[in-house]
């Protein structure tokens, strides 16, 4: 058989198509399932076995770095270790950054430059706000960073985002993005949504660093391509470079093939757009459109359940997803007294079939849709013995000793950047109190200088006691100890000398609190990580070759060379270790379940899903529930969830669920509902508990019965159209004026909402239904 065939053996008609298709762009959608992902490994592999494309020529985006993993593995599987190397196959913003090491210096940003995660933009944003002096109770930092994110996510800048602001909301707003600009521009760092903002800004300041890279890249893929988001389609149409560049003469546009499925669009809160995929074809109006129909994944019956429901959006063309695999096993369903007993259920399933031998534990995955109700399944897995790991939640890197030491590290890589300097300055404590760093920070203000130039100059600083003087000075001192040690050692001896020079580690072993011994125990774990970094980062420089396929020139190629790992490599691959990173490997005997978000799921499957906490109120999520839009999305994320399974589905809700220690009755999720009835068994159909508002299945939605006297007590029958309301909504209350609500909780008639009315009243809870509110 010819190399040609072998690659293409295994693949239908159109999937076939689509791997051989060359020049004008290609766009796939497709359901769920349907190879999507296959292709893109697969057309890789041709470009290179057939078309002579080398792989440096060639850059893959996947949405996470698991994927980016996976896809690599299968590219080494066809074509070998040095292929899948020198390929660009990574996330938008991992590829951004490798872009950004090298060019951000025309921007004014070191090539050392930190990356700022979520947390650290988010205490940025606090300091800003505090500094332009906002009341937090009307101008709320956490909204502030959620704002200025979209608006990089639609590559808005500040001054724009001031010539458009009409209300003083507004106006603060782009005032604080301004300053925040500053501030990171000073601390010379990024946070996550600037990596791709400022590439695009990069190649359109910088004709010759756009053409750069377009000689580079000749093959662009993007997997998941309906959640890019706008700043990454312009990412993506910077690089291809527009039809009409080429008649300018430089660089002909690069081959652009894309797949995704306008159905999985899960993450419109961030900026992602389906606009993307729908007019994909007017935007690139040569572009050859491929569907792919058959589903390999799953069962019918999992897929008839899974068309059933995204049948109900409305506005998206009919798919007709089929698949070989014949009916298999119909859906199992269950309904539960309440969450604890739903975990029992799912863990007692899981330890039958994994003891029966029909799966194994790495073959289960367990979905809910908030991180919150993953606690409850963890319980029921410790006590049973069933190993399992989470994926997102509460990570490791994000402990506080970890982060502490984290940010040590940043600065010994980066003297200024601000944020992680103010983080350890008193960490451990050694005498530098919130007046002094206070006198600090104005001494920085009124000389225009870095905060970290500042700490150097703290003599000069007025207002500040001589006792703080001498332990700032020790402090500065210590971190130029660290540093001068920085060159000359490994990211983990950097990680030890921390520990130890800093008495971080000291001051934990000597508490008797049991908490302080986990941190102890994570500090030993972290320690690991970076020797297992250095070891990995050894492995690959043994396994590449230099790369002579890039000897024509086009790209230098000691700029992409690994070298020596240094604490920046170190920093950078912490950095994008992205949530869905954490799933575990299969290859260990059995491995362990899956425990995730819907939300991580994407792209993945399992032979066996348990699709949990089935509530209207849980899933779809309260706030979803009198928005249409909103609906729709958590709708695709139902699709999403039942298109993982490739052959045993599980659904359950729990009749009762507490919800700030109040009992909360959820109906049955109308996903359930969706689902055409011959195709679920019910394992429990009906709860034994008399819970108030229980209801048949696919039964009539009857409303509830809520018994507590939260808010009041409920006064029934006013008969009044509850108002939806969401975080951060302003209300006004009859008695209580104006307030904002902070949390929502529950569904229906029953939701209820905790809505804060400043300073003098103080936050309330509310069963909106019946509370005298109004939203504005
Ligand atoms: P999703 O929309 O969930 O990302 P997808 O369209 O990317 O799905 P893949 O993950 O590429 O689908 O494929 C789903 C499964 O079907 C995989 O296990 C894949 O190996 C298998 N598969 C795809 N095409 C074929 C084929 N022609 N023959 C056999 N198996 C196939
Ligand atoms: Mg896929």
Redesign the pocket.
């Known amino acids: 058989m010819s190399s040609q065939e072998q690659l293409l053996e295994?693949?239908?008609g159109p999937?076939r198509d689509a791997v051989t298709h060359s020049g004008a762009p290609l766009l796939i959608v497709?359901?769920?399932?349907?190879?999507?992902?296959?292709?893109?490994?697969h057309r890789i592999a041709h470009l290179m076995a057939e078309r002579g494309v080398r792989p440096g020529e060639i850059l893959a985006i996947t949405f996470t770095n698991k994927a980016a993993a996976e896809m690599k593995e299968r590219i080494q599987a066809l074509l070998g270790v040095r292929a899948a190397n020198t390929m660009w196959t990574m996330t938008f913003h991992s590829a951004c950054v490798r872009i950004l090491r090298r060019e951000a210096h025309r921007l004014g940003y070191p090539s050392s430059f930190t990356i700022y995660d979520s947390a650290d933009s988010a205490r940025l944003m606090q300091l800003v706000c505090k500094e332009m002096d906002l009341d937090p109770k009307r101008f709320p930092p956490k909204s502030f960073s959620f704002q200025v994110s979209n608006l990089k996510n639609e590559l808005v800048d500040y001054d724009t985002a001031a010539e458009q602001a009409q209300t003083e909301q507004e106006k603060k707003l782009a005032e604080a993005y301004q300053l925040y600009q500053r501030r990171l521009h000073e601390a010379g760092a990024m946070d996550f949504d600037d990596l791709i903002m400022v590439t695009v800004n990069l190649f359109q300041m910088f004709p010759d660093v756009a053409e750069y890279y377009r000689r580079r890249f000749r093959h662009v893929m993007v997997?998941?391509y309906q959640d890019t988001n706008h700043a990454q389609y312009a990412f993506v149409r910077e690089l291809v470079g527009a039809a009409e560049d080429s008649d300018t003469g430089v660089v002909p546009p690069a081959e652009l093939c894309v797949?995704g499925?306008a159905d999985?669009s899960i993450y419109a809160f961030r900026g992602a757009t389906i606009r993307n995929i729908l007019e994909f074809e007017r935007d690139f109006p040569s572009a050859r459109t491929i569907l792919?129909e058959?589903?390999?994944?799953s069962t019918q019956n999992i897929l008839s359940a899974a068309n059933a429901v995204i049948d109900r959006n409305e506005g998206r063309p009919a798919k007709n997803l089929w698949s070989e695999q014949g009916d298999g096993p119909a859906i199992t369903g269950y309904v539960a007294d309440n969450e604890h007993d739903e975990a029992a259920f799912v863990v007692g399933e899981i330890d039958k079939l994994t003891d029966e031998g029909t799966v194994t534990p790495s073959q289960v995955a367990v979905f809910y849709r908030t991180n919150a109700q993953s606690r409850v399944f963890e319980d029921v897995f410790i006590r049973t013995g069933l190993p399992y790991k989470i994926v997102g939640g509460v990570r490791f890197y994000e402990r506080k000793e970890i982060r502490d030491i984290l940010a040590y590290l940043r600065v010994l890589a980066n003297p200024e950047d601000t944020v992680s300097l103010r983080r350890i300055l008193n960490v451990p404590k050694r005498g530098i109190g919130a007046r002094a760093e206070e006198a600090v920070e104005l001494f920085a203000a009124r000389e225009r200088i870095s905060f970290s130039r500042a700490l150097r100059r703290v003599d000069e600083a007025p207002g500040i006691a001589t006792r703080s003087v001498k332990a700032v000075q020790n402090f500065t001192a210590l971190l130029d100890e660290l540093a001068e040690a920085v060159p000359g050692s490994t990211p983990a001896e950097v990680v030890e000398a921390v520990l130890s020079k800093t008495g971080y580690l000291s001051e934990l072993a000597e508490s008797k609190d049991l908490q302080d011994e986990s941190r102890v125990e994570n500090l030993e774990e972290f320690v690991d990580v970076a020797r297992e970094f250095e070891h990995t980062f050894a492995a690959l420089l043994e396994e590449e070759p230099p790369d002579e396929d890039e000897e024509d020139g086009a790209v230098p190629s000691g700029t992409l060379d690994p070298g020596e790992p240094t604490l920046v490599d170190f920093l950078e691959r912490i950095s994008l270790v992205a949530d869905t990173d954490q799933i575990p490997d299969a290859d260990d005997t059995g491995g362990v379940v899956t425990l995730m978000t819907l939300h991580a799921a994407?792209?993945?499957?399992f032979p066996a899903v348990f699709l949990t906490g089935m509530e209207d109120g849980v899933f779809p999520h309260t706030r979803t529930l009198g928005d249409k839009t909103q609906l729709e999305e958590e709708r695709r994320l139902a699709y999403?969830g039942l298109?993982?399974a490739?052959r045993l589905l599980y659904v359950s809700r729990a009749a009762v669920r507490s919800a700030w220690g109040t009992p909360s009755y959820n109906p049955g999720s109308r996903f359930l509902d969706e689902i055409p009835a011959s195709l679920v068994d019910w394992r429990r159909a009906e709860s034994s508990l008399a819970a108030p508002p229980s209801r048949g299945i696919g039964g009539g939605r009857g409303s509830g019965g809520f018994g507590s006297t939260f808010g009041g007590g409920p006064r029934r029958g006013t008969g009044k159209e509850a108002p939806t309301l969401g975080v951060g909504d302003l209300v006004n209350h009859d008695s209580f004026g104006m307030g904002r609500v902070q949390l929502v909780e529950g569904a229906g008639d029953k939701t209820k909402a905790r809505i804060d009315f400043g300073a003098d009243i103080g936050e309330k809870d509310f069963l909106v239904k019946y509370a005298p509110i109004e939203k504005l």
Do not use: F, P
């Open positions: 295994g693949l239908n999937q497709a359901g769920a399932g349907s190879g999507k992902t296959r292709v893109l490994t997997d998941e797949v499925d999985q792919l058959q589903n390999y994944r994407k792209g993945l499957e999403v298109t993982r490739q």
